[in-house]
């Protein structure tokens, strides 16, 4: 084999490697920052360690993690040896030095960004990466020793998932018309014009002294825009009452998650996702429907593509619906991890029938959600198998800016049953095809359930299990996007108290549960 001759670069290094032992006096380009990485590195690796699901040792996954220099310059390696970490270029070391004390995170991540400074000042491929490249690319080679869902955020990407889950500045007012008159439309919940006393259909008369009148709608939204913490003077009239003026001070609007409509006599509710208020959304949505006249019959809930988000949110979305029993239970290695959520709300539905809408794309915490009300016989779940998300990530803000999700914690059904891999198994099946659901629900309509016999299975799993085992399961009921059916089968249930009660309850899962 022919050797490719070294870069005149690394022929110098390696030279001053004879001459200074562990080249500890060599410099590093001047363009990376050392200083940066050393305290992200670090605080990322004690962050981490205690933690992860099975104990791992700070040396090993910062060793994963220089594995990143070799990703960005394929011919560059890190190696642990003899208690010193060494950088090898082609058949040469180009830097060693000490490895820090194992427990040591901080130390780690400075000797860490001491070697990545080091490679940085020799490999074009690394400075064109940057800072910001070698560390990014260290956390991918780290996180690929993990789960799907352990990742780092960059500040900026992490400034705006944080506002995607925190929502947005503002007042939370939509405008809109009724004849001339310009009125509020939409009032967000929790916004800064709810909690002022805003409410839809008041006639907006001025925005900071300045009439409406004659006004564009959209000039008049642009005006109501602001950096939070900025003020509008609002003039309105309520109905049957006179003009006041309320100060708004531009704040935090939560994002809108929960949309509720009525669909004949059955209420609708769509979630899309669990963020910060996503709970307080949920239960005025539901109390909204159930204020209605003529009240509804029974409620469906729509989680199809929902993918997840805080897990707490979900707990108090439970909570509305399920007076009392086990929402979710929480298990990891950090004894903080464990945690057993409970229902302590009250059921504001009174009882109604609720069937729950999920999909191949409905995870994390929009499965807690159905796994909970379905396991506590509160509710019917139709669709398909859902993503099998189960488990919890803690986050931590980095130096800089940066975020860390790190996996810490199963999710475990009030059953016992796993959701990580085998995912929410539903009492009406919508993916094998139309035949197949009308025989479902014809059968369910004589008080028999045709997944009895799966659905048992599903909720007598414990994990640790075999992937063969999940994908057997879930084969009962394939996960699947866009097949049609969910609401006529979903109406069918409810229009059917024998029927639902037959899809609610089964004598086979039940007594799995008691042999569990």
């Known amino acids: 084999m022919r050797h490719r001759r070294a870069p005149r670069s690394w022929r110098f290094v390696a030279l001053l490697c004879v001459v200074l032992p562990f080249c500890g006096a060599y410099a590093a380009a001047p363009g990376f920052g050392t200083a940066r990485a050393g305290a992200v590195w670090g605080a990322a690796l004690e962050f981490i360690a205690p933690r992860t699901l099975e104990p791992l040792g700070i040396p090993r996954m910062a060793v994963w993690g220089l594995s990143g220099i070799t990703a960005l310059d394929p011919d560059l390696t890190v190696q642990e040896q003899s208690g010193k970490l060494l950088l090898y270029g082609p058949n040469r070391i180009i830097f060693a030095t000490a490895a820090p004390q194992p427990t040591d995170a901080m130390a780690w991540g400075d000797a860490c960004a001491a070697v990545a400074a080091r490679a940085f000042a020799v490999s074009p491929a690394l400075e064109r990466a940057g800072t910001e490249g070698v560390i990014r690319s260290f956390f991918d080679e780290l996180f690929n020793h993990f789960d799907p869902y352990s990742r780092y955020e960059a500040p900026r990407e992490a400034a705006?998932?944080?506002?995607?889950?925190?929502?947005?500045?503002?007042?939370?007012?939509?405008?809109?018309?009724?004849?001339?008159?310009?009125?509020?439309?939409?009032?967000?919940?929790?916004?800064?014009?709810?909690?002022?006393?805003?409410?839809?259909?008041?006639?907006?008369?001025?925005?900071?002294?300045?009439?409406?009148?004659?006004?564009?709608?959209?000039?008049?939204?642009?005006?109501?825009?602001?950096?939070?913490g900025s003020s509008i003077a609002l003039t309105v009239r309520p109905a049957r009452s006179l003009p006041q003026t309320v100060r708004l001070t531009s704040?935090?609007?939560?994002?809108?998650?929960?949309?509720?409509?009525?669909?004949?006599?059955?209420?609708?509710?769509?979630?899309?996702?669990?963020?910060?208020?996503?709970?307080?959304?949920?239960?005025?949505?539901?109390?909204?429907?159930?204020?209605?006249?003529?009240?509804?019959?029974?409620?469906?809930?729509?989680?199809?593509?929902?993918?997840?988000?805080?897990?707490?949110?979900?707990?108090?979305?439970?909570?509305?619906?399920?007076?009392?029993?086990?929402?979710?239970?929480?298990?990891?290695?950090?004894?903080?991890?464990?945690?057993?959520?409970?229902?302590?709300?009250?059921?504001?539905?009174?009882?109604?029938?609720?069937?729950?809408?999920?999909?191949?794309?409905?995870?994390?915490?929009?499965?807690?959600?159905?796994?909970?009300?379905?396991?506590?016989?509160?509710?019917?779940?139709?669709?398909?198998?859902?993503?099998?998300?189960?488990?919890?990530?803690?986050?931590?803000?980095?130096?800089?800016?940066g975020e860390l999700f790190v996996t810490w914690s199963r999710m475990i059904a009030p059953r016992g049953w796993p959701l990580q891999g085998l995912g929410v198994f539903p009492e009406l099946c919508t993916s094998l095809g139309t035949n197949s659901l009308a025989a479902q629900i014809a059968s369910l309509k004589a008080g028999r359930d045709m997944l009895a016999k799966p659905l048992a299975e599903t909720r007598a799993a414990r994990a640790p299990m075999p992937l063969a085992e999940v994908l057997a399961l879930r084969d009962s009921c394939p996960a699947s996007v866009g097949s049609s059916g969910y609401f006529k089968a979903a109406k069918a249930l409810i229009d059917d108290p024998v029927a639902y009660r037959a899809a609610l309850i089964h004598p086979l899962v039940a007594a799995a549960a008691r042999g569990a």
Request: glycine share 16%; aromatic share 2%; proline share 4%.
């Open 160 to 228: 705006q998932d944080r506002a995607m889950r925190l929502g947005h500045a503002g007042l939370g007012i939509t405008l809109g018309r009724e004849g001339s008159a310009v009125v509020v439309a939409r009032v967000a919940p929790s916004s800064p014009a709810d909690e002022a006393g805003i409410a839809t259909g008041m006639v907006v008369l001025a925005i900071d002294g300045a009439a409406t009148a004659g006004r564009h709608l959209a000039a008049l939204q642009s005006r109501l825009r602001g950096p939070a």
């Open 251 to 401: 704040g935090l609007v939560p994002t809108q998650t929960v949309f509720g409509s009525m669909n004949g006599d059955i209420a609708m509710l769509r979630v899309i996702g669990f963020d910060r208020d996503t709970g307080e959304q949920f239960a005025a949505a539901l109390g909204a429907l159930m204020a209605g006249n003529p009240a509804p019959k029974g409620i469906v809930i729509d989680l199809r593509g929902n993918r997840g988000g805080l897990l707490r949110q979900s707990a108090l979305s439970v909570d509305t619906l399920l007076g009392q029993g086990t929402i979710i239970r929480t298990v990891g290695r950090d004894p903080v991890a464990d945690r057993l959520w409970r229902a302590e709300g009250g059921d504001l539905a009174r009882g109604l029938p609720v069937v729950i809408l999920v999909d191949g794309a409905t995870a994390s915490a929009a499965e807690v959600f159905s796994a909970s009300l379905s396991d506590n016989d509160r509710a019917v779940v139709v669709g398909s198998a859902t993503l099998g998300k189960g488990l919890v990530q803690s986050v931590t803000s980095l130096p800089g800016g």
